[in-house]
Nanobody, 123 residues
């Protein structure tokens, strides 16, 4: 089992930045690809970004590429999401996710989910 706990959400102005963290309590953290998803009110949960276990492979949704950066520190069992140039449409609950089948697969069917953290971008 992998337990995931997100933190770092909050209220930021448009154009601002925010860094989310996801702490994982499972063993062999480096064996898991990690990802971030988000869900805005009235919308389906959508993929944001994913990273391989070693950190060498990254994927980004078109809507965030160039603005968001995913990274991980396996020594700390933590994955990060740095968000820059935030837009009101980035407002959503952001969920950390993990999966053992690689970054490409975790984009579509993660095995584990965090509880989510709210990000609100004001205009």
């Amino acid at each position: 089992q992998v337990q995931l706990v997100e933190s770092g959400g909050g209220l930021v102005p448009a154009g601002g930045s925010l860094r989310l963290s996801c702490a994982a309590s499972g063993r062999t953290f480096s064996s898991y690809a990690m990802g971030w998803f988000r869900q805005a009110p009235g919308k389906e949960r959508e993929f944001v970004t994913a990273i391989s276990g070693s950190g060498g492979i990254r994927y980004y949704a078109d809507s965030v590429e160039g603005r968001f950066t995913i990274s991980r520190d396996n020594a700390k069992n933590t994955v990060y999401l740095e968000m820059n140039s935030l837009k009101p449409e980035d407002t959503a609950v952001y969920y950390c996710a993990a999966g053992g089948a690689g970054a490409r697969q975790v984009r579509r069917s993660p095995e584990y989910w965090g509880q989510g953290t709210q990000v609100t971008v004001s205009s």
